[in-house]
């Protein structure tokens, strides 16, 4: 629901989650809305749709203005997927290794909450894992070859530096359709990536958790970005995303400077066109409706992706590139970065 403030803009009325189950007894999800914790209990055997629609992922990106890596592990009951991406910003181009196989069905055993539970996944010439060890997340992958036959090496540990994350539970129109979501932006980085013969750079890393359960619709477009950093000796990070499903509860736009997070409402990415289709490489804008939000995006590279068998299709482009301009928290508080690597993402999925 939206509203308007005494100024005549636009807000939304955005509903806090309490404490307890996700889903009653008929697998509906009980309540939508946001926090800033894991406070909804997740269970995979309360879910109540039929046929292979349950999908759960851990996805994780770590990186500076200069690397990054992108690590998913996914059970999407039909199929399951890993995927490791490592990325050269000052060369622009990225390498990636995945792999795909039919009918896990949560074989995979994902854990049913970011802070209990590990995520191994092991196959032929590939393993991934993300270890809790107190309250650190422990992050290694060995691929025997990786890109142009050589081996990757990852072993990085990632500690919290905000007490705070970005949390929501969404339903989608259809009945027993939810989304429940965890962002942990601000992760500090430490560790080491081996490609081949080189020991690449991670000084100043920080990392970022996207942790996804729920039962999508079949064909949908969502859109996040994301940025974890420092400026001007100040913790940066913030999410912002929209496109999967009903969001008149909350979004999950969130801000985290210092020590304090801040809730935004709604959020547009204006992308480009030329001749008719988005422009990816060219300066986008984020905005909101209420003024918040008002940043630009200058991309650096695009890291595109198109997979289509027979029903299941995915077209993702996930750009990398710095964000300069500010977030209005009020009249008195205005949040202001400058050329901070991040990135923002379209994807569409039929699945």
Do not use: C
């Not at 390498?95 to 092991?122: A, D, E």
């Not at 007490?163 to 965890?182: G, L, R």
């Not at 909101?288 to 940043?295: A, E, P, R």
């Amino acid at each position: 629901m939206k509203a308007r403030n005494s100024e005549g803009k636009i807000t939304m009325e955005q509903q806090r989650l309490n404490k307890g189950p996700l889903l009653d007894q008929k697998g509906q999800l009980i309540e939508a809305g946001y926090h800033t914790s894991l406070v909804k209990d997740y269970y995979r055997d309360m879910v109540k749709v039929r046929g292979l629609r349950i999908k759960e992922w851990d996805y994780y990106y770590v990186g500076n203005e200069h690397i990054g890596i992108a690590l998913t592990v996914a059970d999407n009951s039909y199929m399951w997927f890993s995927a490791v991406t490592l990325f050269d910003f000052d060369q622009k181009i990225e390498r990636s290794f995945s792999k795909m196989g039919f009918f896990s069905n949560g074989k995979l055993m994902m854990p049913q909450s970011s802070s209990k539970g590990n995520v191994v996944f092991k196959k032929k010439g590939q393993e991934i894992s993300f270890v809790l060890e107190k309250n650190r997340r422990h992050i290694t992958a060995s691929i025997d070859a990786f890109y142009d036959k050589k081996p990757l090496k990852v072993d990085l540990v990632l500690e919290p530096t905000i007490k705070d994350s970005m949390v929501i539970a969404t339903p989608f129109t259809k009945k027993k359709h939810f989304y429940y979501n965890q962002k942990i932006n601000l992760l500090k980085a430490n560790g080491t990536i081996v490609f081949g013969d080189d020991t690449l750079n991670l000084k100043d890393a920080y990392g970022v958790l996207d942790w996804g359960r729920g039962v999508w619709t079949y064909k949908n477009t969502w859109y996040w970005s994301s940025l974890s950093g420092v400026y001007q000796g100040k913790k940066v990070g913030f999410n912002l995303g929209y496109g999967f499903g009903d969001l008149s509860k909350a979004t999950e736009n969130m801000v985290f400077y210092g020590d304090k997070t801040y809730k935004l409402n709604d959020v547009i990415f204006n992308i480009p066109l030329k001749d008719g289709k988005d422009d990816y490489l060219s300066p986008w804008t984020l905005t909101s409706s209420d003024g918040m939000i008002n940043l630009s995006f200058t991309p650096i590279l695009d890291r595109y992706s198109h997979s289509n068998v027979l029903i299941i299709e995915s077209k993702q482009h996930q750009v990398f590139g710095k964000f300069s301009g500010t977030f209005k928290i009020s009249d008195q508080e205005i949040i202001e970065i400058n050329d901070m690597m991040g990135f923002a993402e379209k994807v569409f999925n039929r699945w």
